[in-house]
């Protein structure tokens, strides 16, 4: 089955530094999502992004499905992003990766 | 907030026991899966639901059952519960055929003792 990555598995910032994650995915998809989970165990989605690139806000994604990879990038973080960022491919049954977790410090 | 909602949020059971877990989909989504999510982990997929009927499983024993009732709410048991068991149950809803967005619900953190 189609595997998912994401790096870095944990990630520490300063409130207003810039971020990266990314996720691999080891066969083509037609679906990819990316998610916050929040402190309480809810996953909010943030971007259907099967190809190309989309934004909102502060938050903005880019997906290569050639290349079989997307990035999500955070600007000017602040302590609300904290939690677990995961990406998920799929339709129906979604793959998650194994997140990477985010900390912002004041 | 998601309109998905999912009871109870806490539970503890002995293992042996069986557990159900409930879940309210968002309004006009047909569609419900279940996940399961160990501590630092990524989320499971267990199974989903379409019209009452169960539409995919992912690689769990036969002790995880479900229903989907027709207002399209849905149910998660599990018998003889395991210790290995423990994590936090996600649902989330959507629209098929055509819908890609999905909605998850806070959870149900079950911890089995």
């Known amino acids: 089955g189609i595997q998912v990555e994401q790096s870095p598995p944990d990630l520490i910032l300063q409130e207003g530094a810039n971020s990266t994650l990314r996720c691999n995915f080891s066969?083509?998809?037609?679906?990819l999502q990316w998610f916050h989970q929040n402190p309480w165990g809810q996953l909010i989605n943030l971007f259907y992004?099967?190809?190309g690139t989309k934004q909102n806000g502060r938050l903005s994604a880019t997906t290569v499905a050639t290349e079989r990879y997307s990035l999500l990038y955070i600007s000017s973080s602040q302590t609300t992003d904290s939690g677990v960022y995961f990406c998920?491919?799929?339709?129906?049954?979604?793959?998650f990766g194994q997140g990477t977790e985010l900390s912002v410090k004041p | 907030e998601t309109g998905v909602t999912q009871s109870p949020t806490h539970l503890i059971k002995t293992r042996g026991q069986q557990v159900t877990l409930r879940c309210s989909s968002q309004?006009?989504?047909?569609?419900v899966s279940w996940y399961q999510q160990a501590l630092g982990q990524g989320p499971q997929f267990i199974f989903q639901?379409?019209?009452?009927?169960?539409?995919g499983r992912g690689n769990f024993p036969p002790r995880f059952s479900g229903l989907q009732f027709p207002n399209y709410s849905s149910e998660l048991n599990v018998n003889a519960l395991e210790l290995d068991d423990s994590a936090l149950y996600l649902c989330?809803?959507?629209?098929?055929?055509?819908?890609?967005?999905?909605?998850f619900g806070e959870g149900s953190w079950l911890t089995v003792v």
């Open positions: 989330a809803s959507s629209l098929l055929p055509a819908g890609n967005t999905i909605y």
């Open positions: 309004s006009g989504h047909n569609t």
């Open positions: 998920a491919v799929g339709t129906g049954k979604l793959i």
């Open positions: 639901y379409y019209r009452e009927e169960e539409n």
């Open positions: 992004i099967p190809s």
């Open positions: 066969d083509s998809v037609n679906n």
